[in-house]
Structure formats: structure tokens, C-alpha cells
């Protein structure tokens, strides 16, 4: 027996259980494809079970509506919101999108800025400096950061 056979017997709990809950961004394949692996993990748990149709369905269906429930339970927890995607079409908000990129010629003024702070460091600090915008850590890094910021605070992108 093979494993698509295996598959085609136990689909319509997949489909059935896609009708009764509902997972963001889940489409048609991605509820096969949760379907296969649970019926592969199962196969895999408990070897023969594709002998005895009646067990394979009962296990089967218990297996999937639980990893379906866990899948509503993280979608749906508190602790969770963080991982919720709300799916856009880009064609549709694309008016909406405001790209925050720094204009050619702030850029130049803040590097320009950035220089003069540098210059007037002590030689020692403008070796820290240069780590700094290195994204490198060292000691006097937040000294350094407070500075700059009160260096920079007239400065508007």
C-alpha cells in the first residue's frame, strides 16, 4: 500500500476538519500538507496501523484535530498576538505604504555631522567612535550613544 493510497482513505477527515476551523493563511495544500506529515508521523508511531482501516481513522482524526486545535490555541492566544499575520494584498495598500528611506541630501548633512562630531572627540574616543558605527560593544558605548544623540537633536530627517 502506498502512501498516497494510505492518504486518499483518511483526506476527507482533513477536509472535514478544514471546514470546521479556521487557520490564518492556511489554503487548500497547506491543510493536505499538515494532513500527510501527521499521517506519516503515525505511520512512523505505529507501524501496521494501515492494516486496520478502523484504528487508522480513529487515530488519525484524533492526531489531526488535536495538532489543528494547538494550531487555533497559538493562533488565537493572548501571549501570542505578535504572531499574527494580517494578510494584505500589496496591489491593494500599495498607496498606503510609505517608504521611510533618508533623502540624498539629509544624508549627506547627517554624515557631514556625524564627521564634525567625530573630529571633535579626543584621539582616543574617535577610535570608539569609529566602533560605534561599527555596531561594535565596548565600555562608555552608552555614554557615547547619549552624547551623540544630544549632538544630533537639531537634526531632522
Not at 489531526?64 to 487555533?72: P, T
Request: proline content about 3%; aromatic content about 12%; overall charge positive.
Amino acid at each position: 500500500m502506498t502512501f498516497e493510497s494510505i492518504y486518499k482513505k483518511v483526506a476527507p477527515i482533513v477536509h472535514k476538519t478544514r471546514k470546521d476551523y479556521y487557520i490564518q493563511l492556511w489554503d487548500q495544500e497547506d491543510w493536505d500538507q499538515e494532513g500527510m506529515l501527521t499521517l506519516s508521523r503515525l505511520l512512523t508511531a505505529c507501524p501496521g496501523i494501515e492494516n486496520n482501516e478502523g484504528e487508522l481513522f480513529r487515530f488519525f482524526k484524533t492526531k489531526f484535530r488535536n495538532y489543528v486545535l494547538d494550531m487555533v490555541r497559538k493562533q488565537e492566544s493572548d501571549k501570542r498576538k505578535l504572531n499574527r499575520q494580517n494578510y494584505e494584498e500589496v496591489s491593494e495598500v500599495a498607496h498606503k505604504l510609505y517608504i521611510r528611506e533618508m533623502a540624498t541630501a539629509d544624508r549627506v548633512i547627517l554624515r557631514d555631522m556625524l564627521e564634525q562630531y567625530r573630529q571633535a572627540l579626543p584621539e582616543p574616543l574617535q577610535d570608539n567612535f569609529d566602533r560605534l558605527m561599527g555596531g561594535e560593544v565596548f565600555r562608555g558605548r552608552k555614554d557615547m550613544l547619549r552624547d551623540l544623540k544630544i549632538y544630533l537633536k537639531d537634526f531632522k530627517q
